[in-house]
């Protein structure tokens, strides 16, 4: 039945895992990139096996025909055919949207794109009695309620952190005191979000919560054992020997410039002629020297670099060349002036944050990338089902010919939707990790995985009173949290009016662009009568 349709909606599913890749995945490996733990290009890569491998892995092997219940399928009973059209619809119509959202750079949920979608083109077949609208109701409610959950959550998570660890007289020796309890609390909660939202496949969604809380109670005491015989020991060193060897004014020496390379300089300087006033041996003395020359070497590049920057800022008009030409050549110094504003801007809103001792901040990296990649792993798991649930339904209805309550999904269709997810990661992802991240407000790692931990906790209070919560609204509310913990200067509060106006708009648009691809598709008459030409 309606070949076409199903081959089309292979093609919309994978461009909407694509659009889920970009926007809603970025998400989780945000705040691992905005803290510096990992550059983009590492995160892409872990995000992308993590995200792959749940989705496969872990992704439902069965399906609601209609996702979230919000939509009576028996409307579709008697004509299987217009609920394959509807769905078509809606996965194209979600896609759509996820890709204008991501373009401007708006974090939004992929399960309210879908959900939107799938009830404008069912208000258009079946009318308003067709939607489950108590639903609807706990979808609108989840706006307000999750992100404003999650900030509190990663409020004071991080303001009892603050008081009692970094705020304290010796912070490294107190922040690895309390790094097994925290290493128990990461995997107890992230074990938990995954088991206890878990997935169908393994009948995860169907064990008792106390299982769940004992399971997971049990790896999170594991981990804290191997933390703090083994790795704590091991982490230790590494961070002493990487503040020890001049690691870290080396690369502030890069990040800020001439003024940080002068005062290394000097430092080195003063180095030598105390060397020389101990009579030190010569191979000291030719160490520190050596250092020096590197130094100087990249103070005078870094000053030839902000003089080529500051000439190629200067526009100014060539009459040797074409006026097309001198066009091209202002764009390029006016694009390079916004991207410093912006540059400016951001370090402007992260000189409001603490500054937290560097050593502790490193000990906590590992920590932040454990937490990146449990919540990857769950949105590979669980939201792949927003871009494949309704090829599914096409696909099961091309097969048999008429509607079902639950529908298979074929390993074929999971595979798809991952690489579409790891696609769309690695081509946009950049824009969402950067506006959560780094724009939004300072993050570092030992605030990112409290962010982490916030959102995580949320959901699992939401699975457990059946609100439909967006990870995507639960993320950004942790991120305020934790950054209103330095005052309200700390967040960019024209960013998140944008952000919280995109989730108010998500299903109004993509309701009202299914129903106009739907009713163009199911309405429009199929022969031309009558017609009469003037």
């Known amino acids: 039945m309606y070949t076409w349709i199903f081959v089309c909606g292979i093609i919309f599913a994978f461009y909407n895992a694509w659009g889920g890749g970009a926007n809603d995945c970025a998400n989780s490996f945000a705040t691992s990139v905005g803290s510096k733990v990992l550059t983009l290009k590492q995160a892409i890569i872990i995000a992308s096996i993590f995200e792959f491998t749940g989705a496969v892995l872990m992704g439902s092997h069965v399906t609601d025909t209609v996702r979230k219940k919000i939509v009576s399928e028996n409307i579709f009973n008697d004509d299987p055919g217009a609920l394959m059209l509807g769905m078509l619809c809606a996965d194209l119509a979600s896609a759509i949207w996820l890709t204008a959202a991501t373009y401007m750079k708006w974090p939004v949920s992929t399960t309210h794109s879908i959900i939107g979608a799938i009830v404008g083109f069912c208000l258009v077949y079946g009318g308003e009695d067709a939607i489950v609208w108590d639903k609807i109701g706990f979808i609108v409610l989840s ?28 912070v490294f020796r107190n922040t690895k005191r309390i790094y097994p309890a925290l290493t128990f609390i990461v995997f107890f909660i992230n074990t938990l979000f995954i088991i206890y939202k878990g997935s169908p496949q393994f009948d995860l969604d169907e064990m008792p919560f106390w299982q769940c809380f004992l399971i997971s109670f049990g790896i999170g005491t594991f981990t804290a054992l191997i933390s703090w015989y083994f790795y704590l020991p091991y982490a230790t060193k590494r961070v002493e020997r990487f503040f020890g060897s001049g690691g870290q004014e080396n690369e502030t020496v890069i990040e800020e410039g001439i003024t940080n390379v002068r005062s290394v300089s000097y430092r080195n300087v003063l180095a030598i002629e105390g060397a020389h006033e101990e009579e030190t041996t010569t191979d000291e003395v030719n160490v520190v020297e050596t250092d020096l020359d590197e130094f100087i070497q990249t103070e005078q590049s870094v000053e030839l670099q902000m003089e080529d920057n500051e000439e190629s800022d200067n526009f100014v008009y060539n009459s040797e060349i074409s006026l097309d030409e001198n066009i091209n050549n202002s764009n390029e110094v006016t694009l390079r002036l916004r991207k410093r504003k912006e540059k400016q801007q951001v370090e402007e809103l992260h000189s409001n944050a603490f500054e937290i001792d560097p050593k502790s901040d490193k000990l906590c990296s590992w920590l932040q990338i454990f937490t990146s990649c449990f919540s990857s792993f769950s949105h590979g798991s669980n939201d792949v089902a927003n871009a494949i649930a309704p090829l599914a339904t096409i696909f099961a209805i091309y097969q ?67 609100m439909p919560v967006s990870t995507t609204h639960c993320q950004v509310g942790s991120v305020v949290g934790c950054g209103l913990t330095a005052g309200k200067k700390n967040v960019k509060w024209s960013l998140l009016r944008g952000i919280v106006f995109s989730w108010f708009i998500t299903l109004p648009i993509t309701g009202f662009l299914s129903a106009a691809l739907f009713s163009w598709g199911y309405y429009s008459p199929t022969t031309l009568t009558n017609i009469t030409l003037a």
């Open 400 to 466: 048999t010919d008429e509607v079902s309550r639950r529908s298979d999904v074929p390993v074929w269709i999971l595979v798809l939707g991952g690489a579409g997810i790891v696609l769309g990661l690695a081509t946009w992802g950049y824009k969402i990790i950067d506006r959560i991240g780094r724009d939004l407000t300072k993050i570092s790692p030992s605030r990112g995985f409290i962010i982490e931990l916030a959102a995580a906790t949320t959901i699992i209070i939401a699975s457990r009173s059946e």
């Open 143 to 170: 706006w307000f309620v999750s992100p404003l959950v999650a900030g509190i959550l990663s409020f004071i998570l991080f303001k009892i952190i603050l008081k009692f660890v970094f705020e304290s007289q010796n």
